[in-house]
Antibody
Framework: EVQLVETGGGLVQPGRSLKLSCVAS????????MSWTRQAPGKGLEWVAS????????YYPDSVKGRFTISRDNAQNTLYLQMNSLRSEDTATYYC??????????WGQGTLVTVSS | DTVLTQSPALAVSPGERVSISCRAS??????MHWYQQKPGQQPKLLIY???NLASGVPARFSGSGSGTDFTLTIDPVEADDTATYFC?????????FGGGTKLELK
């Protein structure tokens, strides 16, 4: 059974940093692209970042490019999201997702990030 | 960015057939996927590449379309299908989602 467990969310002040982690199990982690997708409270879904199975390439939308960094440790089956210069509009539940050829096939339970002073 | 437009809400009775539409602002080939999100839960993949049923998803769910117009159909609708349904495209960069259609049962 595929499991994705996110940790690291919490309350952070604007301009500060936060790092999310996601531990994966139930599949061969280094065979798959992985991604982060977020959902602001009561709102829709927004793709945040993707990383190839080797970690050699990363992709971001303009809304987070230059502020967020996705990375992975294939030896530890762990995905990360480093978030810098956080803004109030980054407040959301962040989901770790396994990306199968562009679709988000499996989702974690999510971790809530609140950016507020 | 490719904008995906969905109707905000629909209400149907159990046993009926419902179609949820998603229109893309530009062509996405067949790279449209559908998700179900129940209150308080994470989204779940239902349909991938327009018409392929994801693993474990009941055959009551089906998808169709190509280019810019896509449809998710549930037939028959059951009480457990109360949820918000999102479309998502992966043909154009960046990947984008529709705003979601909230399905309510009468």
């Amino acid at each position: 059974e595929v499991q994705l467990v996110e940790t690291g969310g919490g309350l952070v002040q604007p301009g500060r940093s936060l790092k999310l982690s996601c531990v994966a199990s139930g599949f061969t982690f280094n065979n798959y692209w992985m991604s982060w997708t977020r959902q602001a409270p009561g709102k829709g879904l927004e793709w945040v970042a993707s990383i190839t199975n080797s970690g050699g390439s990363t992709y971001y939308p303009d809304s987070v490019k230059g502020r967020f960094t996705i990375s992975r440790d294939n030896a530890q089956n762990t995905l990360y999201l480093q978030m810098n210069s956080l803004r109030s509009e980054d407040t959301a539940t962040y989901y770790c997702t396994r990306e199968d050829w562009g679709r988000f096939a499996y989702w974690g339970q999510g971790t809530l990030v609140t950016v507020s002073s | 960015d490719t904008v995906l437009t969905q109707s905000p809400a629909l209400a149907v009775s159990p046993g009926e057939r419902v179609s949820i539409s998603c229109r893309a602002s530009e062509g996405v080939n067949s790279y449209m996927h559908w998700y179900q999100q129940k209150p308080g839960q994470q989204p779940k993949l239902l349909i991938y590449k327009a018409s392929n049923l994801a693993s474990g998803v009941p055959a009551r769910f089906s998808g169709s379309g190509s280019g810019t117009d896509f449809t998710l159909t549930i037939d028959p609708v059951e009480a457990d299908d109360t949820a918000t349904y999102f479309c998502q495209q992966s043909w154009n960069d960046p990947r984008t989602f529709g705003g979601g259609t909230k399905l309510e049962l009468k």
